[in-house]
């Protein structure tokens, strides 16, 4: 881990003991911010920068070329990743709101806010910048290039889609805070219910839509595809048609191709105000296609390959050919 970016490190470094902090909080606060402990928010964020930020410092020690450039980058990501989250934990352990507050009362608030909305731009760019380095250069062999250049790609969604809702989808009313304090709320992380909240872990909505949902699919594809890559890597080690990397590539993108066509799915099915939970028949029927067209192309993937391995078996080796002086 030496080469791994420093500052994005000790960034995930902080998140890991936030969320220690946050699980401390969760024992020992009562105090609920709609519907939910007060401390929940930050320990999701903390969870979610922190494997991302892990994620990043090992990435960037991947590229060939403007190392510069991405070193400066994800120092840019990491600062801003930090302020971001320590915004949200100091407004939980005030019991306010952080984002989408509204309030022009709270002097504290009226400090924070700016960091929270310009913050997730910075994020955001940042996030694009080392997206397009990575994808102008070959990191890795053909497997893991893949993963890498989808997994950027869906986090780049993941992080765009919740910005288009925030300011096409406004939704203006009055909340409770844990004080007892009325707040004022431009936007909300439900659609069709604003407030809407109620599944187990992750508090997305069971009455509507909600943005979260696509946010965190996309967010996360990167370590679900790495650890695909990582899990293939070692199967071929006992499976002789999985030693051709570029057989372990294509079923990367087939995986890629799916993972993007459920993405694709859950941010459909928000915007129509469902929740998750609740798909009507037409999302069943979108999940099933891409399941089907995803294990049509690995099924067709393991076959070839499968088939050229008897192939090479049944040819054997060629033989030598004498010559003579």
Same mark, same amino acid.
């Given at each position: 881990?030496?080469?791994?970016?420093?500052?994005?490190?000790?960034?995930?470094?902080?998140?890991?003991?936030?969320?220690?902090?946050?699980?401390?909080?969760?024992?020992?606060?009562?105090?609920?911010?709609?519907?939910?402990?007060?401390?929940?928010?930050?320990?999701?964020?903390?969870?979610?920068?922190?494997?991302?930020?892990?994620?990043?410092?090992?990435?960037?020690?991947?590229?060939?070329?403007?190392?510069?450039?991405?070193?400066?980058?994800?120092?840019?990501?990491?600062?801003?990743?930090?302020?971001?989250?320590?915004?949200?934990?100091?407004?939980?352990?005030?019991?306010?709101?952080?984002?989408?507050?509204?309030?022009?009362?709270?002097?504290?608030?009226?400090?924070?806010?700016?960091?929270?909305?310009?913050?997730?731009?910075?994020?955001?760019?940042?996030?694009?910048?080392?997206?397009?380095?990575?994808?102008?250069?070959?990191?890795?062999?053909?497997?893991?290039?893949?993963?890498?250049?989808?997994?950027?790609?869906?986090?780049?969604?993941?992080?765009?889609?919740?910005?288009?809702?925030?300011?096409?989808?406004?939704?203006?009313?009055?909340?409770?805070?844990?004080?007892?304090?009325?707040?004022?709320?431009?936007?909300?992380?439900?659609?069709?219910?604003?407030?809407?909240?109620?599944?187990?872990?992750?508090?997305?909505?069971?009455?509507?839509?909600?943005?979260?949902?696509?946010?965190?699919?996309?967010?996360?594809?990167?370590?679900?595809?790495?650890?695909?890559?990582?899990?293939?890597?070692?199967? =071929?080690?006992?499976? !002789? $048609?999985?030693?051709?990397?570029?057989? #372990? %590539?294509?079923?990367?993108? &087939?995986? /890629?191709?799916?993972?993007?066509?459920?993405?694709?799915?859950?941010?459909?099915?928000?915007?129509?105000?469902?929740?998750?939970?609740?798909?009507?028949?037409?999302?069943?029927?979108?999940?099933?296609?891409?399941?089907?067209?995803? =294990?049509?192309?690995? !099924? $067709?993937?393991?076959?070839?390959?499968? #088939? %050229?391995?008897?192939?090479? &078996?049944? /040819?054997?080796?060629?033989?030598?050919?004498?010559?003579?002086?």
């Amino acid at each position: 881990m030496k080469s791994w970016h420093r500052p994005l490190l000790i960034c995930a470094g902080l998140m890991c003991a936030l969320m220690f902090v946050c699980l401390a909080g969760l024992l020992i606060d009562d105090r609920t911010l709609l519907g939910e402990s007060v401390w929940v928010k930050p320990l999701k964020f903390g969870f979610a920068f922190g494997l991302y930020a892990g994620t990043l410092a090992w990435l960037l020690s991947k590229l060939t070329r403007g190392r510069r450039v991405g070193w400066w980058v994800g120092c840019v990501f990491a600062v801003a990743a930090t302020v971001e989250v320590g915004v949200i934990t100091l407004q939980a352990a005030r019991g306010t709101i952080s984002h989408f507050n509204a309030d022009q009362s709270d002097p504290v608030t009226l400090a924070l806010v700016p960091f929270l909305t310009y913050g997730v731009m910075i994020i955001l760019i940042a996030q694009l910048i080392i997206g397009v380095m990575v994808l102008i250069q070959r990191t890795a062999g053909p497997a893991l290039t893949r993963a890498i250049r989808a997994g950027l790609g869906l986090a780049t969604v993941g992080m765009l889609v919740p910005l288009y809702w925030m300011v096409t989808d406004i939704h203006p009313r009055t909340v409770t805070d844990a004080n007892g304090a009325r707040i004022p709320m431009y936007q909300g992380h439900g659609i069709g219910d604003p407030d809407g909240h109620g599944m187990p872990l992750t508090n997305w909505s069971v009455t509507g839509g909600d943005f979260r949902v696509p946010h965190f699919f996309g967010l996360h594809g990167i370590q679900v595809l790495l650890v695909l890559t990582a899990v293939l890597a070692a199967l =071929a080690t006992r499976y !002789a $048609w999985l030693r051709d990397e570029r057989v #372990r %590539a294509r079923l990367v993108g &087939a995986a /890629a191709l799916g993972y993007s066509g459920l993405v694709t799915v859950v941010t459909w099915q928000a915007a129509r105000g469902q929740s998750l939970i609740h798909p009507d028949a037409a999302t069943l029927a979108a999940f099933a296609a891409t399941a089907l067209v995803t =294990a049509l192309t690995i !099924a $067709w993937t393991i076959i070839a390959a499968r #088939r %050229a391995v008897r192939q090479a &078996a049944d /040819a054997g080796p060629r033989p030598l050919i004498a010559t003579s002086a």
